[in-house]
């Protein structure tokens, strides 16, 4: 059976049902930085939530599996598919 999902994933998971800035989500989290720091970290670890950075060639963002963890604003986030299912189902 899977962990149940606590109100900060879920929170975290509701701010990224499309690519966002950590400053968004910082905005929409009802927790302190280091705290969503932290759960964010381990829900890229989990596979709830997608890393993504700027492909300049393509204009776009796309999935990245390297990053620096001291320096999220750098990057965006966004809800995985198994990530998204949790979340409908919580």
């Not at 400053?23 to 929409?28: P, R, V």
């Not at 009802?30 to 993504?52: A, C, R, S, T, Y």
Request: aromatic share 10%; proline share 4%; charged share 30%.
């Amino acid at each position: 059976m899977s962990e149940p999902m606590d109100d900060l994933q879920f929170q975290i998971l509701d701010s990224i049902y499309f690519v966002e800035p950590l400053e968004n989500i910082l905005e929409e989290v009802d927790f302190p930085k280091p705290v969503v720091l932290d759960e964010l970290k381990n829900m890229i670890d989990k596979g709830w939530v997608q890393v993504m950075q700027m492909d300049e060639i393509a204009n776009d963002y796309v999935r990245t599996n390297i990053f620096d963890s001291d320096n999220m604003q750098e990057y965006r986030f966004l809800a995985t598919k198994e990530g998204l299912l949790r979340h409908n189902g919580h």
